[in-house]
């Protein structure tokens, strides 16, 4: 399975999980916006969150019957809210940028049905800009390749 198809199925597969609308209509009543690749001097504005950025392929190895790929993700979301109770101060954009990394991941595992192994590494970024907050992560997928695929 080459790259193209891949990235097809994951933008897809976001878009369209069940869970994960559910969840991004909770929470921030809207859905999910997807973007494959990403423009760093105009990067996603406040209309477009809650969103996802599908960002730096690197192809690791590819032979046989087998592609692994490297992908990287990065989740933003807007909020301006914050929560201060007895000197604990928490901006609420962080907890709810992780929650929803958490859900993307978890709509991508569910990618599986392709047969694909998935690894997933996930970190936060430190760089927010407030009110904008962002967490990324790898996704490590392996495919095999078939002609009916």
């Known amino acids: 399975m080459g790259i193209r198809s891949v990235l097809e199925r994951l933008?897809?597969?976001?878009?369209?999980?069940?869970?994960?609308?559910v969840f991004t209509q909770a929470t921030y009543t809207s859905n999910i916006n997807v973007f494959c690749g990403n423009d760093v001097n105009n990067s996603p504005a406040k209309t477009y969150s809650p969103y996802v950025v599908i960002n730096n392929v690197?192809?690791?190895?590819?032979?046989?019957?087998?592609?692994?790929?490297?992908?990287n993700f990065f989740v933003g979301i807007v909020s301006e809210d914050k929560t201060e109770v007895t000197n604990v101060i928490t901006y609420?954009?962080?907890?709810?940028?992780e929650e929803l990394r958490e859900e993307i991941e978890n709509a991508i595992l569910r990618?599986?049905?392709?047969?694909?192994?998935?690894?997933?590494e996930s970190s936060t970024l430190v760089?927010?800009?407030?009110?904008?907050?962002?967490?990324?992560?790898?996704?490590?997928?392996?495919?095999?390749n078939s002609s009916r695929s």
Do not use: H
């Open 11 to 21: 933008r897809d597969g976001i878009v369209a999980d069940a869970q994960l609308k």
């Open 58 to 71: 690197e192809n690791v190895i590819r032979g046989g019957n087998r592609n692994t790929y490297k992908i």
């Open 92 to 97: 609420d954009g962080f907890i709810l940028c």
């Open 111 to 120: 990618l599986r049905k392709y047969k694909w192994k998935i690894d997933i």
């Open 127 to 144: 760089n927010n800009v407030f009110p904008l907050f962002t967490s990324n992560f790898m996704v490590n997928i392996e495919t095999i």
